[in-house]
């Protein structure tokens, strides 16, 4: 598949209408995320360093659709990876955005990615994404890129009032959660089965 296609599957199912998400996934070059060049627009998850992968690309984009990112938004990424959904958050946000990730080798490959990317607007730093970033926090919205058993009550707890998480829950198979932080509680809409890597402690 090549990157039109991938859009105009996407604009004709329905399945993304975001129009400035859609600039943002134009605009960066998914070839400079991956190990293998060639498969860098199939829709599938790709291997990357540390036994991890690279979210397929529908994945990420219904994922970053459900965020709701305004260019305003103060945005805080749980799992770095490869740098890839970094750099369209980079793209849609006109402010810092801070990532955490736990595999020191992928900080340096994420790092590298984005500078041949032309980005950086960002902040990377090398932790536990389960403490999130508590020197930063409240955050309009926060992402995870890998899997907890639970949902983190930490980021709930860095996350605004009326802040958006999008995160993938669940041991073995994962429901994808959007969770909108209400004065008088969590409202959680489900966004369906995936399949992530765990997030580490």
């Not at 932790?127 to 955050?139: C, E, S, V």
């Not at 958006?164 to 909108?180: D, E």
Request: charged share 25%; with cysteine; proline share 3%.
């Amino acid at each position: 598949m090549s990157k039109n296609d991938l859009i105009n599957y996407w604009e004709n199912s329905g399945l993304i209408t975001d129009e400035r998400l859609l600039n943002a996934f134009r605009k960066v070059r998914r070839e400079n995320f991956v190990l293998d060049k060639k498969q860098a627009y199939h829709d599938m998850a790709l291997p990357i360093l540390n036994k991890q992968t690279i979210s397929q690309p529908s994945t990420i984009m219904i994922m970053l659709q459900a965020l709701e990112l305004n260019e305003n938004d103060k945005v805080l990424e749980i799992g770095t990876g490869s740098g890839y959904n970094l750099a369209l958050i980079c793209r849609m946000v006109k402010r810092i955005v801070y990532s955490v990730e736990i595999h020191k080798e992928l900080i340096e490959f994420a790092k590298g990615n984005l500078k041949k990317s032309k980005i950086n607007n960002f902040e990377i730093f090398h932790q536990n994404g389960y403490f999130g970033l508590k020197k930063y926090a409240p955050f309009d919205k926060i992402i995870l890129t890998a899997a907890p058993n639970e949902i983190p009550l930490e980021l709930i707890k860095q996350l605004k009032i009326d802040g958006i998480m999008v995160a993938p829950i669940g041991k073995y198979t994962q429901r994808m959660l959007k969770i909108i932080n209400k004065k008088d509680g969590l409202i959680k809409q489900d966004l369906g089965d995936f399949v992530f890597v765990p997030m580490v402690e």
